[in-house]
């Protein structure tokens, strides 16, 4: 069984800054990869960002630059740095992992950017 817990979320002003938190447990060996998504109420899940377990990172285009998916295997965390947040961050974020061919979701965190 693989728990993912997601933390850090909360209201900011636009131009702020946010770090995102995802601490896995379980049996959690052989992850392939890893990621955070966000949705907003009405729309698809969207992939914000992604790392594989080689380090290979991806972004959407909406973030790139603004946001860093960083991992620390050693605590089993995953983290999102996010700068320069604008209103349209604004959604519940959601930590992913992929792992043996599964795919596993925490239970979300509420991001707010006021403008």
């Known amino acids: 069984q693989v728990q993912l817990v997601e933390s850090g979320g909360g209201l900011v002003q636009a131009g702020g800054s946010l770090r995102l938190s995802c601490a896995a447990s379980?049996?959690?060996?052989?992850?392939?990869?890893m990621a955070w998504y966000r949705q907003v109420p009405g729309k698809q899940r969207e992939l914000v960002a992604a790392?594989?377990?080689?380090?290979?990172?991806n972004y959407a285009d909406s973030v790139l630059g603004r946001f860093t998916i960083s991992r620390d295997s050693a605590k089993n965390m995953l983290y999102l740095q996010m700068n320069s947040l604008k209103p349209e961050d604004t959604a519940v974020y959601y930590c992913?992992?992929?792992?043996?061919?599964?795919?596993?979701w925490g239970q979300g965190t509420q991001v707010t950017v006021s403008s």
């Open positions: 992913v992992m992929y792992l043996n061919l599964q795919t596993y």
């Open positions: 379980g049996s959690i060996f052989g992850i392939n990869a």
């Open positions: 790392m594989t377990n080689a380090d290979n990172t």
